[in-house]
């Protein structure tokens, strides 16, 4: 189960949606908004023997009226299929005279070998110039969906940078970067699999981090991440006092938590309470290190830098700063 939802998440969500979204308006506007109306169809659709049965008729007709005109319209309204019709009838008069057989073809041969008559062309449905629009307007509302997708992305984007205004995702990013990595071969371990910088700054409260952890072949082994477990107090932004980590493990049913605890949350009963369902509960300190196994992984994560908030709380209660290293090895043994 866990593979399948770490599958899930690389994904990519938004074209799979958008598409989703476009086949179901299609299906809208095509059977309900402007449904194909197929009218005004001549005879040249129908099956072989009930185009046998029309020039039967049509045969009949004439031995009434005789009119050569209407015979020969009704014999163009089954174009190409009206010879064989005919053919048929001679082998098989049934009920039929075979003299007014005979007469009706005469009567043809006579009109169409005179040029007094030209092979109907097959009826065009009227239904093209619907579907023709169907078409166009299902692509110009997903058009716009993306549009206005990107549109909003953008003005997000560009609208903060555009301000002046440094986020606190911005900030977080850039203290990531700058922030030095651990060299662990100089320490005497093989180098990790993956090592990743990632930072939580006072005011990103969607802050959830989740990397991809691959062999050099490209094979996927499983994930692993961080994100706010629990925040106290009330308003904006959120005062986050504890952080989840996690690690998942392709090769293992369980995925390993661990939950990264401030002074006061880990000294709090009821906020320790809550939250050791979710793994086992850790005090922060700076340049701690953290754990986590699984059946063929290891993820260790070290507190690289740790500040406070300072505002009306209790003392050391939530996190203005703090950068975490998460680096990857396979499980030996």
Same mark, same amino acid.
Do not use: C
């Given at each position: 189960?866990?593979?399948?939802?770490?599958?899930?998440?690389?994904? %990519?969500?938004? %074209?799979?949606?958008?598409?989703?979204? &476009?086949?179901?308006?299609? @299906?809208?506007? &095509?059977?309900?908004?402007?449904?194909?109306?197929?009218?005004? /169809?001549?005879?040249?659709? @129908?099956?072989?023997?009930?185009?046998?049965?029309?020039?039967?008729?049509?045969?009949?007709?004439?031995? @009434?009226?005789?009119?050569?005109?209407?015979?020969?319209?009704?014999?163009?309204?089954?174009?190409? +299929?009206?010879?064989?019709?005919?053919?048929? $009838?001679?082998?098989?008069?049934?009920?039929?005279?075979?003299?007014?057989?005979? /007469?009706?073809?005469?009567?043809?041969?006579?009109?169409?070998? *005179?040029?007094?008559?030209?092979?109907?062309?097959?009826?065009?449905?009227? *239904?093209? *110039?619907?579907?023709?629009?169907?078409?166009? &307007?299902?692509?110009?509302?997903?058009?716009?969906?993306?549009?206005?997708?990107?549109?909003?992305?953008?003005?997000?984007?560009?609208?903060?940078? +555009? *301000?002046?205004?440094?986020?606190?995702?911005?900030?977080?990013?850039?203290?990531?970067?700058?922030?030095?990595?651990?060299?662990?071969?100089?320490?005497?371990?093989? %180098?990790?699999?993956?090592?990743?910088?990632?930072?939580?700054?006072?005011?990103?409260? @969607?802050?959830?981090?989740?990397?991809?952890?691959?062999?050099?072949? +490209?094979?996927?082994?499983?994930?692993?991440?961080?994100?706010?477990?629990?925040?106290?107090?009330?308003?904006?932004?959120?005062?986050? #006092?504890?952080?989840?980590?996690?690690?998942?493990?392709?090769?293992?049913?369980? #995925? /390993?938590?661990?939950?990264?605890?401030?002074?006061?949350?880990?000294?709090?009963?009821?906020?320790?309470?809550?939250?050791?369902?979710?793994?086992?509960?850790?005090?922060?300190? %700076?340049?701690?290190?953290?754990?986590?196994?699984?059946?063929?992984?290891?993820?260790?994560? #070290?507190?690289?830098?740790?500040?406070?908030?300072?505002?009306?709380?209790?003392?050391?209660?939530?996190?203005?700063? $703090?950068?975490?290293?998460?680096?990857?090895?396979?499980?030996?043994?």
């Amino acid at each position: 189960m866990q593979f399948i939802v770490a599958l899930l998440k690389k994904l %990519p969500i938004l %074209p799979i949606v958008m598409l989703i979204a &476009g086949l179901l308006l299609g @299906l809208l506007f &095509g059977y309900v908004i402007a449904p194909v109306k197929f009218v005004d /169809a001549t005879p040249a659709y @129908l099956r072989a023997d009930l185009q046998e049965d029309y020039l039967r008729m049509a045969i009949d007709s004439f031995r @009434l009226n005789s009119d050569p005109n209407l015979a020969v319209q009704r014999w163009q309204n089954l174009g190409v +299929g009206a010879q064989q019709a005919y053919s048929n $009838i001679q082998a098989n008069p049934g009920t039929a005279d075979p003299a007014v057989v005979k /007469a009706y073809g005469d009567v043809i041969t006579a009109v169409l070998s *005179s040029g007094g008559g030209q092979p109907a062309p097959e009826t065009e449905i009227g *239904s093209s *110039s619907v579907m023709r629009t169907a078409v166009i &307007g299902v692509g110009l509302i997903l058009l716009l969906g993306v549009l206005a997708a990107g549109g909003f992305y953008l003005f997000r984007l560009l609208g903060k940078r +555009g *301000s002046g205004e440094v986020t606190a995702v911005m900030q977080a990013s850039e203290i990531s970067r700058n922030a030095e990595k651990t060299n662990f071969e100089d320490l005497g371990l093989a %180098p990790p699999i993956t090592q990743t910088m990632t930072t939580y700054v006072l005011g990103d409260d @969607l802050y959830d981090e989740s990397f991809s952890i691959d062999t050099q072949a +490209g094979e996927f082994m499983g994930e692993y991440g961080v994100g706010v477990s629990e925040a106290i107090g009330v308003g904006d932004p959120k005062k986050v #006092t504890a952080l989840e980590i996690w690690l998942f493990d392709k090769n293992d049913i369980k #995925t /390993a938590t661990k939950v990264l605890m401030s002074h006061h949350a880990f000294n709090d009963p009821e906020i320790r309470a809550r939250l050791e369902r979710k793994g086992e509960l850790v005090v922060v300190e %700076p340049q701690a290190q953290v754990l986590l196994e699984t059946a063929t992984l290891q993820l260790l994560a #070290t507190v690289v830098d740790l500040e406070y908030g300072k505002g009306p709380m209790p003392s050391n209660s939530y996190f203005e700063r $703090i950068t975490l290293e998460l680096a990857i090895w396979p499980r030996q043994g």
